[in-house]
């Protein structure tokens, strides 16, 4: 027996977990950590293929993801198998919940854009009457964004812009084409604000790379993976947290890890199932409730860039950036509260369903128009609402034997709205900088697409509306913490990560401190 | 070692060691009946296990066509000369076998695929016997183009959704581009001009 008793458990290894792991080792502290799936080897599980070689010559095989768009055949085995991890939702409302069950979790495959939030977020209420503010303003995350971004390399550029603080980049000093100039002039005009992408750098930027070997650089931490954990377990006399079972995710055997300290971050809904399946921390019943994203229209607008036809030099087109926030800011403006960003691109080849042909004519246009596209994206803030949520649907379990979500979600005129006026402004600002736009919709994926799911175990000054206090800390159990984007308030429209990462280490820093003056 | 990464230090070595294969020539056997030559295999050493070579199904033999009748096939196949011929050097849908692929393609997919093509195919038939008397096969390429109108308006969303036979025109475009520039004769026609378009990528295998 081995009898071990780990200062901190933290579930999951993604983003959230991996950075809890680097910060509190990093102060010392013993860290055991569970992933429900296996270990990468980069250079045993992949290998270079030419599309032709793939059985589905690069389709992949019909209906295996109904709710991954993101897998094609190259990825097709990393993604969490459907089968055998189930859920369930209203027949005319489906959820695509996107997961990644591998040692570093979907920050392997993650688009790598890194915003912070501001107090446009974080102070919502305050500025529009809706929902609840957050229990932290900006300045208390602050020095912890200004640790996220060196840890995970973000080059971007600074712009003063109130609704997206700038932080401690790498300076991104590329220039942009001709293309992006005129977008940009076009959106001044018009007093929309524009920036470059905000990326974390290198071609991976993954717990894996970056915050898991400063922790195992300590010899603090211990990694089991295979490891599935069915259930947050409490000691019966004190009623708090002592450590979780798990299941080896091959053989079935069960495990009982213990620890004084757990930390949740499997990722927001898997973290909440743990949570709910446990039936820990929802004294005030809102564990489940307020689920939100981001709301995503993919190519709200597509357009050619004329003067590119044909390549007549370098220059013209390339590149990407982002038009931040900028409805109801100062005022209200529209009918919809809150805002959108939207990413824009341009240089690559306009997509064949939009032109308006076929045949040789298809392929000549197809040819002359290579590297001539930009395109946008709309991304917008989801209201976070009571009536979408997740609980644990009795009927189906997966295939360790754990109850699985049921997932409730649904979008409302105000994200229609928002939509709609993305696309309008899109396509005004494009028309405006010259291009000729091929298609325009106002179409949003199926809530979950985007893979910014948040919410449902959410902080909260009151423990009666919310299930976490500002350190993240359970308010029923005060060594259960949960650290991932489940705890968000609200969302803004900016990629969640860099502040799940920002949170988790907040979180770790005050674990630290409790643990250091014997609290916890 | 792993045998990927042996086939990788294989490949980095000019001269040819016992178990390993020989690039492919021509035996004259084979030439003989115009048969491409097989892999030469030089024999390994007793101990020694030699990887044995393979090659893919598709390079050897017909797809067996199973999901669309003949009538439906033959549309298929002539909606791909049309859609995507031959251009510029490269082969289209026919050399590629575009048609026979998506016939293997659609009749693994769910239900509501395999009927979106075979009631589009049907439909083509159907206007094709009804305009001109002739199914969509043996029309000429002005009366294909009537026919497929639809495909030169402009692209609006939600337009499919509405229309299951502009739903299917939309669709068997895409898959017919796609199924031709994935192929091996339209990627080995590429791989030989100045910028070759690359076609690899990194291919995750099951993680155990
Ligand atoms: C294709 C793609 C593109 C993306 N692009 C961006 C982007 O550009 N910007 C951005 O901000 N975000 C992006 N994201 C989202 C980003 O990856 C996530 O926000 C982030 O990884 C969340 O971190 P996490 O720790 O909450 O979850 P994850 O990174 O998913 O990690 C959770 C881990 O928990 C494990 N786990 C789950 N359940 C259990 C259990 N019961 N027992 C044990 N372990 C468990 C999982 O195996 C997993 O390893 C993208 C995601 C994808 C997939």
């Keep these: 027996m081995f009898h071990r008793n780990y200062d901190v458990l933290i579930i999951g290894s993604g983003a959230s977990g991996g950075t809890a792991a680097r910060q509190l080792t990093r102060k010392g502290i013993h860290c055991l950590m569970l992933d429900a799936g296996p270990a990468v080897d980069f250079t045993r599980d992949r290998e270079l293929k030419k599309v032709y070689t793939l059985p589905y010559r690069g389709f992949g095989q019909p209906g295996r993801f109904p709710h991954v768009t993101q897998a094609d055949e190259y990825t097709e085995n990393v993604w969490a198998d459907e089968k055998q991890n189930p859920y369930t939702y209203p027949k005319d409302d489906p959820y695509y919940w996107v997961r990644v069950r591998l040692v570093g979790g979907k920050t392997l495959f993650w688009g790598r854009a890194s915003w912070r939030l501001s107090n446009y977020e974080f102070k919502c209420k305050d500025h529009d009457g809706f929902g609840e503010n957050w229990p932290i303003e900006y300045n208390d995350l602050a020095p912890y964004y200004d640790q996220a971004e060196p840890m995970l390399r973000v080059q971007g550029r600074k712009e003063g812009l109130p609704q997206l603080p700038d932080g401690v980049f790498m300076e991104d000093k590329s220039r942009d084409s001709e293309a992006s100039q005129r977008f940009i002039a076009a959106a001044r005009k018009r007093g929309i604000p524009t920036t470059k992408e905000r990326v974390a750098t290198g071609q991976l930027a993954s717990s894996v790379n970056r915050m898991l070997p400063d922790a195992l650089e300590t010899g603090k931490l211990q990694i089991v993976s295979n490891a599935v954990v069915r259930q947050i377990t409490t000691d019966p006399n004190t009623g708090l947290a002592n450590g979780a079972i798990f299941i080896d995710r091959r053989s079935r055997q069960e495990f009982h890890a213990k620890a004084r300290v757990v930390v949740v971050g499997a990722s927001c809904l898997e973290s909440t199932r743990l949570l709910l399946n446990s039936g820990l921390a929802n004294s005030s019943g809102v564990l489940g409730h307020y689920l939100f994203d981001q709301f995503y229209v993919k190519d709200v607008v597509s357009c050619i860039v004329p003067e590119a036809r044909n390549r007549p030099r370098p220059g013209i087109t390339g590149g990407d950036g982002y038009v931040p926030r900028f409805r109801n800011l100062d005022r209200r403006e529209k009918d919809f509260l809150r805002g959108y960003a939207m990413d824009f691109n341009s240089g690559g080849t306009p997509n064949p369903e939009l032109l308006p042909c076929y045949g040789a004519e298809l392929l000549r246009e197809l040819n002359e128009l290579q590297g001539a596209s930009f395109s946008l994206t709309a991304m917008g803030e989801v209201l976070p609402r009571y009536e979408n949520y997740v609980e644990i649907d009795k009927s189906t379990v997966d295939a360790w034997g754990i109850p699985a979500l049921h997932i409730r979600a649904k979008y409302t005129e105000n994200e229609f709205a928002m939509a709609r006026d993305a696309m309008n402004t899109a396509e005004e600002l494009c028309h405006d900088a010259g291009f000729e736009v091929l298609a325009k919709h106002w179409q949003m994926v199926p809530p979950g697409e985007s893979i910014h799911e948040l919410g449902t175990c959410r902080m909260g000054d009151d423990p009666k509306k919310s299930v976490l206090n500002k350190y993240n800390q359970t308010h029923d159990i005060r060594n259960l913490f949960v650290v991932d984007g489940s705890s968000f308030v609200s969302g803004g429209s900016q990629n969640p990560t860099l502040t799940i990462c920002a949170i988790s280490m907040r979180a770790s820093d005050f674990i630290a401190e409790q643990m250091r003056r014997g609290d916890i | ?208």
């Design chain 2, 1 to 208: 070692m792993k045998r990927r990464t042996l086939l990788r230090s294989i490949a980095a070595i000019p001269s040819l060691a016992a178990g390993q294969t020989l690039p492919q020539r021509e035996t004259t056997a084979a030439r003989d009946k115009g048969l491409p030559a097989g892999p030469t295999l030089i024999p390994p050493g007793v101990n020694e296990t030699p990887t044995i070579p393979v090659i893919p199904a598709d390079e050897t033999s017909d797809s067996r066509i199973r999901t669309f009748d003949g009538q439906q096939l033959a549309a298929l196949a002539r909606l791909g000369e049309v859609l995507v011929p031959a251009w510029d050097g490269k082969p289209g849908a026919a050399e590629a076998g575009a048609a026979e692929f998506l016939d293997f393609l659609v009749g693994s997919s769910p239900a509501n695929r395999i009927e979106l093509y075979k009631s589009g195919l049907d439909e083509l038939n159907r206007r094709a016997q009804q305009q001109f008397g002739k199914p969509f096969a043996a029309i000429s390429q002005a009366d294909a183009d009537s026919l497929l109108a639809p495909l030169r308006e402009k692209w609006s969303y939600g337009r499919a959704a509405k229309n299951d036979f502009e739903a299917f025109l939309l669709a068997a475009k895409g898959d017919l581009l796609r199924a031709t520039v994935n192929s091996r004769p339209y990627i080995n026609a590429v791989s030989q001009e100045r910028r070759p378009r690359n076609a690899s990528n990194f291919f995750w295998y099951p993680i155990s």
